[in-house]
């Protein structure tokens, strides 16, 4: 069934936003990385520490791009930073990307390498029309970092105006690629995903989308169908 997203609601303010979409199904996911996919994150966290060093956060590209994003809704704060800002600081202090399991992490890589946030959530644990919109009345959001020992947590509301990535009924990431739910995360039980690769007038997702297809073929099966949504497209069904 195809699945139905959007960029729309967002346009009108920041008309420069850009966002490819990849669909994977029949995926197998493994808690562990192989051998194959360890050596090439490591080399892509090398790749990383010699492209940037010597720059501030600020100097780079793709980050201040979001920054600037996130300033246009509001967001002033420096503790709220892109997915991106957060994992390339991390390795630019000389930190490895996280171990999760060989989804999440192949599109931590590629998120590294592009300097594009990407997000991904279990199509099992979403429901279609999918939206980049702003924050409405009843959203609710489960923040992934506040899960309970018993795996529950209450539910917040985001903040008017906010910019949010959200399905038919929830949010699935908050600050558009601040933090994701907790309640649609990739495990090794997930079978099908779907992954936005975003830009906001800096990077390219096409590519970005490119290297992450090859990776999800050769580390967890499966196949997989993209688009790419920008002013000129601003919807599709996948």
Partial sequence: MPLSISIAPVLTAFPDCCTAVVVAEGLSISRDRPPELDAMIHAREKEARLR?????????PGIAAWRRAYKGFGIKQTRY??????????VLAGRELARVNTFVDLYNAVSLKHVLPLGA???????????F???????SFQDMSDLAEDGEVEPEAP???????????????R?????????????P???RAVVTLQANGWGAPETAAADLIDLIQR?????CRSAVLDRTRTAAEI
């Fill in 52 to 60: 940037w060093n010597g720059f501030e956060l600020a100097q780079i």
């Fill in 81 to 90: 930073r892109s997915s991106v800002e957060r994992l390339l600081k991390n």
């Fill in 121 to 131: 959530d279990d199509l099992d644990h979403v429901i279609p029309p999918l939206a």
């Fill in 133 to 139: 919109r702003y924050a409405q009345e009843g959203d």
């Fill in 159 to 173: 903040k008017p105006g906010e910019v949010v990535y959200a399905d038919a009924r929830k949010i699935l990431c």
């Fill in 175 to 187: 600050r558009w690629n601040w933090r994701q739910d907790a309640r649609s995360l990739i495990t």
């Fill in 189 to 191: 039980r997930t079978t």
């Fill in 219 to 223: 580390f967890c099966g499966g196949g």
